[in-house]
């Protein structure tokens, strides 16, 4: 789906400018935890960083989670579903987000900030198509895609030694894996465009670079909400489709 992909590789390219500027001002990862649970530990034991490090990088773990959690509260499937989530209301909230951080500037809160921004958009959706989707760090995507082109390297290399009706059926799965491959493989690239992007425009703006990810994701927001609400003529909050509706109507307990 265009779509799709051109909304994965905005969203990446936003949070690839998000991280840069968490690094040059805060020197902070704002996205990937697996580094800073790592300096917490360290910290924690005392071998490397000092106690200020074990704070700081529990406060950013802390703070991912927390929009993780926040945008779980608000989006109930982890599979896309254009149309029929609140996938608007998360967008609008990142930008408001990015625009707080951006009026702190580099006071220490705004890498906090960052962090539950990052956590939001990450946890907006996680599949598609059967590719797990992810556009604020890139461990599992260059995991997946990685592992897609092994499969589809094996599969190449076994096809002569198959016979011919189970490769069509093989046929089609790779078809299914390239496509999920080209999706990651698009992820990871607009990932690092934005970074580039962020880099440049940090020195040239400062934390004023955050204004471009919030507008874009503000924007984006608020035109879903009204293609939502609008063309779809579907609620602006509530449950995210009739059968939560009809479901919450008949709640246990409740008479007719």
Request: charged content about 15%; hydrophobic content about 45%; aromatic content about 8%.
């Amino acid at each position: 789906n265009a779509f799709i992909h051109a909304a994965g590789a905005t969203l990446s390219i936003c949070a690839g400018i998000v991280n840069s500027v968490g690094f040059l001002a805060f020197s902070s990862s704002v996205s990937h935890m697996t580094g800073s649970t790592s300096k917490a530990a360290l910290s924690f034991e005392g071998s490397l960083f000092s106690s200020d490090v074990f704070q700081v990088t529990l406060g950013m773990v802390s703070s991912f989670a927390l929009g993780s959690f926040l945008s779980g509260l608000i989006i109930a499937k982890d599979v896309v579903q254009l149309g029929v989530a609140l996938y608007g209301f998360a967008l609008v909230g990142i930008a408001g987000l990015l625009m707080t951080a951006t009026l702190l500037g580099e006071q220490a809160p705004a890498k906090y900030i960052l962090a539950v921004a990052c956590g939001i958009q990450n946890a907006m959706t996680t599949q598609y198509n059967g590719a797990v989707v992810r556009t604020t760090h890139l461990t599992g995507t260059v995991t997946d895609a990685a592992m897609l082109a092994g499969r589809l390297v094996s599969r190449l290399l076994r096809r002569r030694c198959q016979r011919r009706e189970s490769k069509d059926l093989d046929r089609e799965e790779m078809r299914t894996e390239a496509a999920k491959l080209f999706l990651l493989t698009l992820l990871f690239f607009s990932f690092f465009l934005g970074v580039l992007i962020g880099a440049f425009l940090y020195r040239e703006m400062g934390m004023a670079v955050l204004a471009i990810p919030a507008a874009i994701s503000g924007t984006s927001g608020l035109a879903y909400m009204g293609y939502r609400y609008s063309v779809l003529d579907h609620r602006l909050w509530g449950p995210e489709n009739d059968d939560e509706a009809r479901s919450e109507s008949h709640c246990p307990g409740q008479q007719e």
